[in-house]
T-cell receptor, first 112, second 115 residues
Framework: SQKIEQNSEALNIQEGKTATLTCNYT??????LQWYRQDPGRGPVFLLL?????KEKRKERLKVTFDTTLKQSLFHITASQPADSATYLC???????????FGTGTRLTIIP | GAGVSQSPRYKVTKRGQDVALRCDPI?????LYWYRQALGQGPEFLTY????????KSGLPNDRFSAERPEGSISTLTIQRTEQRDSAMYRC?????????????FGPGTRLTVL
């Protein structure tokens, strides 16, 4: 069956270090993979999108990699700050299918 | 401009009642999505519209759930004969286009509690 797994429900990282979140999927062939941030009591907010033919994408302190062989995406936040504390969700779709399927999310806490 | 809005923000109802949840997408957005999100989980797809056409309703749990978007803008998700298991956060999202590459903009959600 199709499955999206995000590493550990919760991740605690010291301020200033790099936080790395993992998204693994099985039985999907996504054309795109997206990362969203969700703060408590709010809806998810889009961060980055990476296409299946892209290996890496960057935006300011954020970096996403996409390995279709390993069926994995890594999401990095460099020089992490307490304001980066939130739940991060990966979401993917399959070619020709507009429906996004979300992972369960990883709750990231940056410790000052 | 205004983002996606949803109303009501909170809805408490008794088992067996019908409820209607409203979503007002960002003006001009072609696509509108409904999700259900349980605590500690990611959003779970329910249904999707492109303009007024319901393109995919594969995520609707059963025939008590229905949705419409008659004029291609505002959408209503209706749950008939509510049950306690329907209690959840219901989220709406819209996107400018209709591809998997399109950014989805989420509303604040409606918290539904069925007593």
């Amino acid at each position: 069956s199709q499955k999206i797994e995000q590493n550990s429900e919760a991740l605690n990282i010291q301020e200033g270090k790099t936080a790395t979140l993992t998204c693994n999927y099985t039985n999907y062939s996504p054309a795109y993979l997206q990362w969203y941030r969700q703060d408590p009591g709010r809806g998810p907010v889009f961060l980055l999108l990476i296409r299946e033919n892209e290996k890496e994408k960057r935006k300011e302190r954020l970096k996403v990699t996409f390995d279709t062989t390993l069926k994995q995406s890594l999401f990095h936040i460099t020089a992490s700050q307490p304001a980066d504390s939130a739940t991060y969700l990966c979401a993917l779709d399959a070619l020709g299918n507009e429906k996004l399927t979300f992972g369960t999310g990883t709750r990231l806490t940056i410790i000052p | 401009g205004a983002g996606v809005s949803q109303s009501p923000r909170y809805k408490v109802t008794k088992r067996g009642q019908d409820v209607a949840l409203r979503c007002d997408p960002i003006s001009g957005h072609v696509s509108l999505y409904w999700y259900r999100q349980a605590l500690g989980q990611g959003p779970e797809f329910l249904t999707y519209f492109s303009y007024e056409a319901q393109q995919d309703k594969s995520g609707l749990p059963n025939d008590r759930f229905s949705a419409e978007r008659p004029e291609g803008s505002i959408s209503t998700l209706t749950i008939q004969r509510t049950e306690q298991r329907d209690s959840a956060m219901y989220r709406c999202a819209s996107s400018l286009g209709s591809g998997g590459w399109d950014t989805q903009y989420f509303g604040p959600g409606t918290r539904l509690t069925v007593l």
